[in-house]
């Protein structure tokens, strides 16, 4: 990822370095090998820009293939699955279900024409309708299509993919409502907005995007009504190294050729604990009751396999401001 290359060199740099090591391929396993416990150290504010923080949650194991965590989908029956940039997988309930739940490992080893490329994954996202999913892989600029059941259905290398730096390609990609796919890459300001599926032989409109704040995309969710929460992140001198925001942009009138703006809602270091957060998705909308229209989402950090960095996993509530207060809290930004 471009945050390694950023910080080659410096002492930094060393100290994530490990994150960059591959693990040798594993059997899908059901394994109990799983902590989950809740974290303490929070912000004391718990509410900004409309986003109210719930539980956070410390996710650590003994497995060598555990960690690196860089995109997240949401099940849809209480069970999220993460994906690494090793090319692993991890399926689990959510906290606070029954704890004999199966967790299960797995890794993503049948990747058709792409199996003897470095699987590092940086995006998901899925069809709700019939389960399957599509993961992107940064190293080769590729994507793959898999059913619920990960098994492999097509992947391809899409030209326009590759022109996009080898270690800051694709980076966040969604599904929208219309079953149109947004792809934005990490070291790019210009995006892919496909009519269908990416694996087919179909081609993209092309835009551009701009950021404020000096932020890059680090993953992508669809809103119900078409619009994309944007997880955002920038390198900064603290310790994780990593400053982190949610933005939102619309591409449902998207023409080729223009320009997609993704204002800054809210900057998650004052509601969450720093870390290098990759990884979002959203749980569902409340249809009704007092939080009718509230947005339940989950975030994901990458700990990098370094030793000062954590494998955490948030609840957050978004309540959308009046667009008169967002819009005023963007030119802030």
Do not use: C
């Amino acid at each position: 990822m471009r945050k390694r290359r950023l910080l080659a060199g410096a002492l930094l740099a060393l100290m994530l370095a490990p994150g960059t090591l591959l693990r040798s391929q594993v059997r899908a396993e059901p394994t109990a090998d799983l902590a989950i416990t809740r974290v303490a150290d929070l912000p004391a504010v718990t509410s900004e820009g409309g986003f109210t923080r719930g539980e956070v949650w410390q996710l650590d194991s003994s497995r060598i293939d555990f960690g690196g965590y860089s995109a997240l989908l949401v099940l849809g029956d209480a069970t999220l699955r993460a994906f690494s940039d090793r090319g692993r997988l991890i399926t689990f309930a959510t906290p606070g279900q029954p704890e004999n739940r199966t967790v299960k490992f797995a890794n993503l080893w049948n990747r058709g024409d792409l199996s003897n490329t470095v699987p590092d994954i940086e995006a998901a996202t899925r069809d709700p309708a019939t389960g399957d999913y599509w993961v992107a892989f940064e190293s080769s600029n590729s994507v793959i299509r898999y059913s619920l059941a990960s098994e492999y259905i097509r992947s391809r290398s899409p030209p326009s993919w590759q022109d996009w730096p080898e270690n800051a390609g694709a980076e966040a990609m969604a599904r929208l409502p219309d079953g149109r796919f947004l792809i934005l890459p990490e070291g790019d300001s210009n995006g892919l907005l496909y009519p269908s599926d990416p694996t087919g032989e179909v081609a993209p409109q092309k835009f551009r995007f701009t950021i404020p704040g000096g932020y890059d995309p680090t993953d992508l969710a669809a809103l119900p009504d078409g619009r994309v929460l944007v997880l955002l992140r920038k390198l900064d001198w603290a310790l994780p190294p990593f400053a982190t925001a949610i933005g939102i942009a619309d591409p449902r009138d998207l023409a080729d050729g223009a320009v997609l703006n993704i204002d800054v809602l809210v900057r998650l270091d004052t509601i969450l604990p720093r870390e290098n957060y990759e990884a979002l998705a959203i749980a569902g909308v409340d249809a009704d009751g007092p939080d009718k229209g509230a947005v339940r989402l989950w975030v994901m950090s990458d700990d990098n396999l370094a030793s000062f960095q954590r494998t955490l996993l948030a609840q957050l509530v978004w309540r959308e401001e009046p667009a008169d207060s967002a819009h005023e809290k963007a030119r802030e930004e």
